[in-house]
């Protein structure tokens, strides 16, 4: 079974910054389009970006847009979210997962629906908090 491993999550004050690492158990990324997700204490799970499989192609939640950046290194097996500007609000359960798309993913029907990814990964817990 594919597996993506999430790391990086931690306690930050607000305004800090982390960046947040998802590889691959036993297989390689560079096929598919990845989403980041997260999920705060009794919510439901939300999109909060995602990155087609070459990395040009790029989308954001609401939310974060201008404070969250997507990246992908495909030589080292990695996608990347880089979060700024840190709010209270940004605290959870953080999950990377590719999307069901497959070779058929475009930035045009790109979506951050949960229910559209599998291969979830266990989660790295954000915390921003004074």
């Known amino acids: 079974q594919l597996q993506l491993v999430e790391s990086g999550g931690g306690l930050v004050q607000p305004g800090g910054s982390l960046r947040l690492s998802c590889t691959a158990s036993g297989f390689a990324l560079n096929a598919y389009a990845i989403g980041w997700f997260r999920q705060a204490p009794g919510k439901e799970r939300e999109g909060v970006s995602c990155i087609g499989s070459a990395g040009d192609s790029t989308k954001y939640a609401d939310s974060v847009k201008g404070r969250f950046t997507i990246s992908r290194d495909n030589a080292k097996n990695m996608v990347y979210l880089q979060m700024n500007s840190l709010k209270p609000e940004d605290t959870g359960v953080y999950y990377c997962?590719?999307?069901?798309?497959?070779?058929?993913?475009?930035?045009?029907?790109?979506?951050?629906?949960?229910?559209?990814?599998?291969?979830w990964g266990q989660g790295t817990q954000v915390t921003v908090s004074s």
């Open positions: 997962a590719t999307d069901k798309a497959r070779g058929l993913w475009t930035i045009v029907a790109a979506t951050l629906k949960p229910s559209s990814y599998d291969n």
